[in-house]
């Protein structure tokens, strides 16, 4: 029915919890595709414990980054209906039943998600809705937020593919590839959903991508190749002048912001 992508480097003390998150749901129709990074920690050995033929592991000989490790994913799974997880977060009670129920729904279905930091709330705060290309970027001009990351979608494959044909599917890439994609995808989709659905639970933590402290010059390094690729699409490809614009005063604050932490933590 849909291929669940989980991208996996050294989360050994998350992995067990996303994985079970996917095996305690009511439906069972769905393939889990592992790509493990190069771990060097106990994440691998976690995994292999799990002894389900809906699980496939694929390891890559080196660290390829997250990005185009969720691309080999990609190119591997069996379904026509593609869902992203994070080894860090996990989906809630009956995630699935709301997946399997909006297949065929749209080209991108994307449902509401829990997010914990200090607290935990909604991410979104929106009200179902249904849109054609042009009304869905209009829709996102208006919005203040919106969930850029890949989680908490349902993507068509055939999308997924077609969004591959714009970018190098082997970059390394840890850090805002997940907003390199949903350009791509949000440009090129033809039919969204929206549904207030909570159907996922983010976690920041503090090793993780964007919380870590060690990770922020190389986090900059990934944002400046994704802004360079964006702004490469907006001039050749996509082309919808209102909407460019908004991204790029998206692009700018987080540049911006980047930089404030950067500087902060030199001090």
Not at 23 to 36: A, G, K, R
Not at 83 to 109: G, M, Q, R, T, W
Not at 221 to 250: A, C, G, P, S, T
């Amino acid at each position: 029915m849909f291929s669940v992508i989980i991208p996996l480097f050294n989360k050994q003390q998350y992995i067990k919890r996303a994985i079970l998150s996917c095996l305690n749901q009511s439906f069972s129709d769905y393939e889990i595709i592992v790509i493990d990074d190069n771990s060097c920690d106990l994440s691998l050995q976690i995994l292999n414990e799990f002894k389900d033929k809906r699980i496939k592991i694929i390891k890559n000989k080196e660290n390829k980054g997250t990005f185009a490790s969720r691309n080999y994913g990609l190119l591997n799974a069996k379904n026509d209906f593609i869902c992203f997880l994070d080894p860090d977060d996990y989906f809630l009670k009956d995630a699935f039943l709301h997946l399997k129920n909006s297949i065929n729904e749209a080209d991108i279905v994307c449902f509401n998600a829990f997010v914990h930091r200090v607290k935990t709330k909604e991410f979104y705060s929106y009200e179902n809705a249904f849109f054609k290309k042009d009304e869905h970027l209009l829709f996102l001009l208006k919005q203040r937020h919106f969930c850029w990351s890949v989680w908490a979608k349902l993507f068509k494959k055939e999308l997924l593919f077609n969004a591959l044909k714009y970018l190098k599917i082997n970059e390394h890439l840890c850090y805002f590839e997940d907003f390199l994609l949903c350009f791509c995808t949000f440009n090129l989709a033809k039919t969204i959903k929206i549904s207030k659905k909570i159907i996922y639970q983010y976690e920041f933590s503090e090793d993780g991508i964007y919380e870590s402290k060690l990770r922020l010059k190389q986090n900059y390094n990934d944002f400046l190749k994704v802004k360079e690729y964006i702004l490469y699409l907006m001039q050749n490809d996509f082309k919808n002048q209102l909407f460019n614009e908004k991204i790029k005063l998206v692009l700018d604050k987080n540049q911006k912001d980047l930089l404030h932490r950067i500087q902060k933590e030199a001090l």
